[in-house]
């Protein structure tokens, strides 16, 4: 099992971008799939979570409607588009996989939100 994060980068407050997870290594379109991230010197918190098939989204109060997260099990790929970025939400970004718990995590990709 792999995870790949990629698209973080350096955005100005107010920003978007749109990371990615590449998943190998089992079938992608059986699990849920989550968005966890870790501001600097903080603990881990949870973002979002998809069902198997997109048709049930979850997200922590915070990012409602500024955050949306999707994926295309065509493509093994899992996203999460972050909009009206705010000082609150920089942090390594990690997909995980759920399986009874989240029994799987990528290395993250790092978003930094700054003018």
């Known amino acids: 099992v792999q995870l790949v994060e990629s698209g973080g980068g350096l955005v100005q407050p107010g920003g978007s971008l749109r990371v990615s997870c590449a998943a190998s290594?089992?079938?992608?379109?059986?699990?849920?799939m989550n968005w966890v991230r870790q501001p600097p010197g903080k603990g881990l918190e949870w973002v979002s979570g998809?069902?198997?098939?997109?048709?049930?989204?979850h997200y922590a109060e915070s990012m409602k409607g500024r955050f949306t997260i999707s994926r295309d099990n065509a493509k093994s790929t899992l996203y999460l588009q972050l909009n009206s970025l705010k000082s609150a939400d920089p942090a390594v970004y990690y997909c995980t996989r759920w399986t009874f718990g989240m029994d799987y995590w990528g290395d993250g990709t790092l978003v930094t939100v700054s003018s």
């Open positions: 290594g089992f079938t992608f379109s059986n699990y849920y």
């Open positions: 998809i069902n198997w098939n997109g048709d049930v989204t």
